[in-house]
């Protein structure tokens, strides 16, 4: 009889790195990566706000039309069902793959209808539609999350972070760019259509891909709905003791905060700087996307070399610090030269602040509550910037947006102070940096 541990392929050295990335599950992950990444700034972020700029509405109206997409910042509410249950009717698939596939649908399903809204004649038609594709792409990030760490071993998951993140960028890319690219040359309605017919490529991963195997775990799990919500919950709380816990979620929802308030903004100040959609997709979608790359790969480095633990410092600097680029494109409006400065800094730092989150986050992790766990410390690093981005543009009406950038940069500061308490309480290990 083979003993399962000594046939488990090895994964160490540069053989074992070779063999992590051409395992299909590798493939996969890039095509599941390019489906998450594909739909987010279309119905979360800058995309759709440069939309409704483009038509004319207020900076006002579109920060607060940026909160429809609030469902990418509530995930954990739901995460235990998916951590429990099949979704109902493809449940054949298995738990995993049926959620999968229900997210994937309900995204395109989203994309097709968002492409046939006006908001120029109003926007409640755009809202609905946005609500009901983030509570979707929402629902397919906290179950690819789940999938890449539980469909191959630990010493595996780099190669599976890695080609998830390659394909997330290339997702945000046509997301981005190529949208705006389509937006410009062909109107806002063949550039929706064209990305939801893109999502396909994730829906026949999804159809074609195994389901991983979990039944090796070392929790004995409540059947009762309660049980589903709680013990993810309370699995975090005792593992950190509760006021450890308080504060390491407390830091994740200010660590990128200073990057997140300005997030809804930046389509709006690309436009009124001066700069085309076929500019903004360019610099920022294009061009912005793989600088985020080299910071990513950045990221992996340091972290590697120093651990997440001194990186979190640098990282929350960084990412505060980059905002005050912008200030040389309000200083120089309309000059490329000064848009790609910028943007350089900007996804540069944002690059490695991510790696490091996903080291920090992944380091909280109980791998029991995967979706759940994961999908809170995810949505906590986004909600506070969100919310706040959400009235941004009154802030940028009642005075500039150079000054709106130098308070998002001073934001840092709470975050900083909070570090400091914590930072003999995080701990680290090998694994984790690695």
């Known amino acids: 009889m083979t003993d399962p541990v000594a046939a488990a392929p ?7 790195i070779q063999r992590a990335f051409a395992t299909p599950s590798a493939a996969a992950m890039a095509f599941l990566g390019f489906g998450s990444g594909l739909p987010f700034l279309l119905i979360a972020s800058q995309t759709l706000s440069t939309r409704l700029r483009d038509v004319g509405l207020d900076l006002g109206s579109i920060g ?14 739901w995460a235990p069902l998916i951590d429990r249950f099949a979704f109902p009717l493809i449940g054949f698939l298995g738990r995993r793959r049926s959620w999968l596939l229900a997210s994937q649908v309900g995204v395109t399903i989203g994309l097709f209808a968002l492409a046939f809204t006006h908001p120029d004649m109003g926007v409640g038609s755009l809202v609905a539609w946005v609500l009901f594709a983030s509570f979707w792409g929402a629902t397919q990030d ?20 890695a080609t998830y993140i390659f394909g997330y960028r290339i997702g945000l890319i046509v997301g981005g760019a190529g949208t705006l690219y389509l937006a410009e040359f062909r109107g806002w309605q ?5 990305t939801a017919a893109l999502m396909l ?3 026949i991963t999804t159809l074609l891909n195994r389901e991983p195997d979990l039944r090796q775990s070392t929790v004995q799990r409540r059947v009762d709905f309660l049980g589903a919500f709680w013990q993810p919950i309370s699995s975090f709380f005792t593992g950190n003791g509760v006021l450890t816990a308080l504060a390491l979620l407390l830091f994740v929802g200010m660590f990128k905060f200073p990057d997140q308030v300005i997030g809804v903004m930046a389509g709006p100040f690309y436009l009124d700087s001066g700069f085309t959609k076929a500019d903004i997709a360019t610099v920022s979608k294009l061009f912005g996307v793989w600088m985020g790359v080299a910071g990513a790969f950045l990221g992996g480095v340091l972290v590697a070399a120093f651990g997440f633990r001194r990186m979190l410092l640098v990282a929350a600097l960084g990412v505060a610090l980059s905002n005050l680029a912008f200030l040389l494109m309000a200083q120089h409006p309309g000059e490329l030269w000064a848009f790609y400065a910028a943007l350089s800094a900007d996804n540069l730092c944002q690059g490695v602040a991510g790696v490091v989150f996903v080291a920090f986050a992944s380091s909280l992790t109980d791998r029991n509550f995967t979706a759940t766990q994961y999908a809170l410390l995810v949505s906590l690093a986004n909600l506070p910037g ?7 543009g009154f802030l940028v009406e009642a005075t500039s947006y150079s000054v709106f950038f130098m308070i998002s940069a001073v934001t840092v500061v709470p975050t900083l102070l909070l570090l400091a308490w914590l930072w003999p309480r995080i701990r680290e290990n090998d694994t984790a940096a690695a």
Do not use: C, T
Not at 10 to 16: F, H, I, Q
Not at 64 to 77: D, M, N, Q, R, T
């Open 10 to 16: 090895s994964y160490k050295g540069w053989r074992g």
């Open 64 to 77: 607060l039309i940026s909160l429809a997409s609030f469902f990418y910042l509530l995930k954990f509410l």
């Open 142 to 161: 906290s179950v690819v999350d789940a999938y890449r760490i539980e469909i191959a071993p630990e010493s595996a998951q780099a190669a599976l972070a």
């Open 190 to 194: 063949w550039a929706y259509l064209a």
């Open 201 to 203: 490529l994730p829906i």
């Open 386 to 392: 969100k919310f706040a981005g959400g009235v941004s």
